[in-house]
């Protein structure tokens, strides 16, 4: 057994000492050509995995500037006393695959890293911004899908513009810099977030920001800069120790910040950069037209049944996807849910095969090695819930379909507000809402009617016209009335 911390550090001299299944061969240290908002798990498994093979695969100086907007030091700390480099799990059935990365070239921790992040955004070698800040970092009225003027953190940037803290903030900022430097050439947005339509989500905040201050740079930004939609997709847990303890014994040398995620992996890009971008397509991304139906498919399909499964969890008792999905009557909903409540509402390429979809996402659910929580998936349900689960109740009450597994899910995040599982066992609410979310469910007092008639007023999550249509109000009455009397086990029993 190997003691990790008595392992020297991985650092790049230690590159041509590791083994050759470690690393791909011909790589050459590239310059920046990205800037990544928001340098968590997700990119570092995905994004900067499909870039790096890309260089292999093509070359190009697009090494990257990852960047944690919250502040987090101790983050760009110890990856950069890696300088930039990491692991990769792949954790499947059949054992744990290990890749050291390379393509992270700097890390950066706002606000501390201001003037070098702006020095970055202005260099023009930097074409590429891509994002993975979650949903609450796009600072979105869910109204309008303008700006949320009413956010104190833009409030605080549209008062201080060279300060800026928030996505909308830095990007506008650091644009204006961009068109007013010696090549007032833009740089292309690339939303890499579980948002629908992420892309234009994202131009409408960013031009809506721009707006208030300086409508010709808004002109000029909705003119000039393209912000390509995207689906992405690999299930990527939090970091544990054992992902330290794997990634000791592959490569011999200490890893502090390794990655742990499951093998599949899926990137569908829309082709309309402003500037060059990496041979992702050489490395399996695909290049299309028009993300939509990608991106509907992977919300609904998989966004909409993990939040179900995670809040479902919760309450019964279920710690991970694995445990939860190998319960057969979880299984049960939630493939039937997939089966007759989603995909239904999907319209696909002829060529994509919605039942092999389903199948493929319940043996990637049922990944016993992954150890993906339930707990993190709960988190943000506030502005999870609309792309992955409101919409498609939408569409099929626009079909005049049923919808009651679907609508079991909204009632199981209701329950979950409470704050305790079925059993009383008490967690934490994490979300950018949680006090007033937490303050509605807890006046309810666990009575159904007003648990529902209490959160169907929190408009960010559901549409006046929605909260009061009376067939979503039956439905969702009908499914807390389950939850309430049987226990999330007791109500998944009784949708089969
Ligand atoms: C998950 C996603 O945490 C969550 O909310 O549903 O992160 C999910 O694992 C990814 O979107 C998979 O691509």
Known sequence: MISVATLPRLVREALPTLQSHLLSPHWQEPRIGIVHLGIGNFHRAHQALYTEEAMLASGGDWGICGVTL??????????????????????????????????????????????????RLADPLVQIVS????????????????????DPAIAHDLANPLEPRTVPGILVAALRERRDGAHGKPFTVLSCDNLSHNGAALRQV???????????????????????????????????????????????YEDTVPVPCEPFRQWVIEDRFAGGRPAWEAVGAQLVEDVTPFELAKLRMLNGTHSTLAYLSMLGGFETIDAAIFHPPMRHLIRTMMTEEIAPTLTMPASFDLAAYRDALLERYANPALKHRCAQIAMDGSQKIPPRLIATIAARIGAGEPFTRLALAIAAWMMFLRGHADDGTRYEISDPLASRLKTLATFAQGEPQALMDALLTVREVFPEDLAALPEFRKALRHALQLLHEHGARGAIAALQ
Do not use: N
Request: net charge neutral; hydrophobic share 45%; aromatic share 6%.
């Open 70 to 119: 919250q502040g987090d030091v101790g983050k760009r700390d110890a990856l950069m006393a890696q300088q930039g480099l990491y692991s990769v799990v792949e954790r499947g059935p059949h054992g744990a695959k290990v890749t050291v990365v390379r393509a992270l070239r700097e890390v950066l921790a706002m606000p501390h890293d201001r003037a070098a992040l702006f020095a």
């Open 131 to 150: 994002l993975t800040v979650t949903e609450k970092g796009y600072c979105r009225d869910a109204k309008t899908g303008e700006v949320a003027l009413d």
């Open 206 to 252: 960013v031009c809506s920001f721009a707006r208030q201050r300086d409508p010709a740079l808004a002109d000029w930004i909705a003119t000039h800069v393209a912000f390509p939609s995207t689906m992405v997709d690999r299930i990527v847990p939090a970091t544990t120790d054992a992902e330290r303890v794997t990634v000791a014994h592959a490569i011999v």
